[in-house]
């Protein structure tokens, strides 16, 4: 057989890229056009139909319960985004620039663990804790306050997010601000900046592509957590999972459940577009 | 003579239990251009750090115009520092950089930016104001860095190797802008170098130190024709170094000998001691050659290894036959009539008065 070198090397590497393409368009591309489809299926008699009918998308988007479903679950995975930003800052910030190496990277690992257990098992111990007769309201008692509910609030739902979301936070800023050239932070100095000052002047802006794709995660993570609403949140006011739980049960109505999906998956994905737009946004002046 | 405008007063500087820098003692005096050489590790740039307020003496005090400011913290100082890295703010435009300073004292927006305008115009690179750092060539930077800490207006600036990221001729080039703007300004300078042909070329006092002590301060003339010790005249590198012993001792020359014969040199105000070690040295373009023998004075007959040209410098290396090595620098054309070869063997001889003797230590 004659030898012909390109062919043979698109081959080859047609043969490792194979799986992941074969991996994207099994598990992903296809559910997800599956799911368009199904969006717009009809349902009768409890049953499934196929047909091509914007029945269920007008009905699911004129009403009053989906938009406030999909704006509480906007704005609680902002708050969430906005909390364990603040809450990880000064974490990563000590692990990043007062830590030394080895303390870091044991840091790390320690912050790794927790995805060792399940999220969910990670979250019923938060009633041992919250609860009315739980460790923070008999310690609160002692000195004559409470009891105060936590569980099915939206504070309970915001703890059930800072456990899923806190340690990744975390890890991802540490690694970004432990990346920043320290000779900037000391040039600020030099230059008249403050320590506390060169947080907003320096660490900030240096770190800006890493604490965004931080907040993305965090977002993304929150948006679509069923297990913290529904969970420590008690589902008061259902976020868009708990939604999609709901009209699946009720009345086999999957194809308006398709619906609500497809509106967190575009929600999603605006978010992250103009996330990582910003993040790697070029400086002022740059080419 | 005025106060001095910096002292380090038996300053030592400890990381655990390394000691990077120990007994420094030194002044800089208003308005000098102040050179601190040294091999990498002498602990040259954590001297320039504790200047700065970026690392604190463990040890002794520094005092800026007869305040101590061993605890004043870095942005509290006046001391701009231009960087090695030149630490250019990548997020922010060369105008942006110049202000950053400025911004920091609380000086007004349009003030800031007519400053940094007209730095940015003094230094020659006012079109590239609005230009990302990442767009300008290394030249560029170095003149927004210098900018940026320029505009601070400092009675002293702090450069620490600057230039040393720099293509060959363009080192010459900032060495013109650095020490005429000095000039201009009449402001202090304290450059910290591992280049000799950068300190001397630019400096009015050198700081030699070696493992993190002084070596020599002194004009770059002092320390070249006179270096106090081995270890200066080893890094100052164009000398020769012959070690022997006293044998005989005058009023103002000692005759010592060595392994490649008997010397006479001058004694200055170094104390010998007849039958005690002494080293003495001849810079390498204060020895001349020739083919024949001289009739009297200090020669030795050497063999010659390689030669090496820089320019219309050439330096000789040769050696003798007891293995002491010599070197001779001297004028390419000069050197020309002697049709010279590796392998010849040629007479060397120097005045006296061209030798010096080192200090042991």
Redesign the interface.
């Known amino acids: 057989m004659p030898f012909k070198p390109g062919r043979n090397v698109n081959l080859y590497a047609l043969t490792w890229r194979l799986p992941i393409i074969f991996w994207q368009f099994v598990f992903f591309v296809g559910p997800v056009l599956f799911m368009v489809a199904m969006s717009f299926f009809l349902v009768k008699n409890y049953r499934m139909t196929e047909a091509f009918e914007f029945v269920n998308w007008s009905r699911m988007l004129s009403r009053g319960y989906f938009w406030d479903s999909y704006w509480y679950t906007v704005i609680i995975a902002s708050v969430s985004t906005v909390c364990a930003m603040c809450i990880a800052f000064p974490a990563a910030f000590a692990l990043a620039f007062r830590a030394s190496e080895s303390t870091r990277r044991w840091a790390i690992f320690l912050l790794i663990i927790p995805f060792f257990t399940s999220y969910l098992v990670r979250t019923f111990s938060w009633f041992v804790i919250l609860s009315e007769s739980g460790v923070v309201n008999a310690m609160l008692a002692t000195i004559g306050l409470g009891p105060y509910t936590m569980l099915n609030t939206n504070f309970g739902t915001l703890v059930g997010y800072m456990t899923l979301t806190l340690p990744l936070v975390v890890i991802l800023q540490t690694v970004t601000m432990a990346n920043i050239d320290k000779t900037l932070v000391e040039a600020a100095r030099n230059l008249g900046c403050s320590a506390f000052r060169t947080i907003w002047q320096v660490i900030i802006p240096l770190s800006k592509t890493g604490l965004i794709i931080a907040a993305i995660f965090c977002f993304i993570l929150s948006f679509g957590d069923f297990v913290a609403p529904f969970y420590l949140g008690g589902s008061q006011e259902p976020t868009l999972p708990i939604l999609i739980l709901d009209t699946t049960k009720s009345g086999q109505q999957w194809p308006r459940a398709a619906v609500v999906a497809i509106m967190m998956m575009l929600t999603l994905f605006a978010i992250a577009f103009i996330g990582i737009a910003l993040a790697y946004r070029k400086p002022k002046g740059a080419k | 003579m005025s106060e001095p405008l910096v002292v380090f007063d038996k300053v030592e500087k400890k990381f655990g239990s390394f000691v990077a820098v120990k007994q420094l003692d030194f002044e800089i005096r208003e308005g000098e251009f102040l050179a601190i050489m040294g091999p990498s590790g002498c602990g040259k740039t954590t001297t320039l750090r504790m200047l ?1 307020g ?1 690392e604190a003496p463990s040890v002794g005090e520094i005092r800026l115009q007869g305040q101590v400011m061993n605890n004043v ?4 100082r006046d ?3 231009v ?1 090695q ?1 030149l ?1 250019l ?6 105008r ?1 950089n110049v202000e ?2 400025l911004k ?2 609380g000086v007004d927006a349009a003030e800031r930016k007519e400053r940094a305008l007209r730095w940015l115009d003094k230094m020659g690179i006012l079109e590239f104001a ?3 750092i ?2 300008l060539s290394g030249g560029q930077k170095q003149r927004v860095a210098l900018a ?2 320029l505009v ?1 207006e400092p009675q002293i600036l702090l450069l620490d190797e600057p230039l040393s990221a720099l293509d060959a001729h363009l080192v010459i080039r900032m060495q013109a802008v650095l020490t005429d703007l000095q000039r201009e300004l009449g402001i202090t300078f304290v450059y910290v170098t591992h280049s000799q042909s950068e300190a001397f070329a630019m400096a009015d006092r050198v700081i030699i130190m070696g493992k993190g002590e002084i070596a020599q301060i002194g004009t770059p003339k002092d320390i070249y024709r006179a270096p106090a010790n081995q270890f200066v005249a080893e890094f100052v590198g164009r000398n020769n170094i012959l070690s022997g012993r006293v044998a005989a001792l005058s009023a103002d020359s000692a005759r010592i000998t060595t392994p490649s014969g008997d010397f006479t040199v001058p004694t200055n105000d170094v104390s010998l001691t007849e039958g005690h070690n002494a080293s003495f040295v001849i810079s390498a373009d204060l020895v001349h050659i020739s083919l024949a023998e001289p009739e009297s004075g200090n020669r030795a007959f050497c063999r010659l290894i390689s030669e090496e040209f820089v320019g219309s410098m050439v330096t000789l290396f040769l050696e003798d036959r007891h293995g002491q090595e010599f070197k001779v620098q001297m004028q390419e054309r000069e050197l020309s009539r002697f049709d010279l070869h590796s392998g010849d063997e040629i007479w060397l001889s120097w005045d006296t008065a061209s030798a010096h003797v080192l200090n042991e230590t």
Not at chain 2, 73 to 76: E, I, T, V
Request: net charge positive; no cysteine; hydrophobic share 40%.
């Open positions: 700065a970026l913290a870095p942005h509290q001391t701009p520092l960087w890295s630490a703010f990548p997020f922010l435009t060369a942006q950053f300073g920091m004292r609005d230009r990302n990442s767009t940026r800490s601070m």
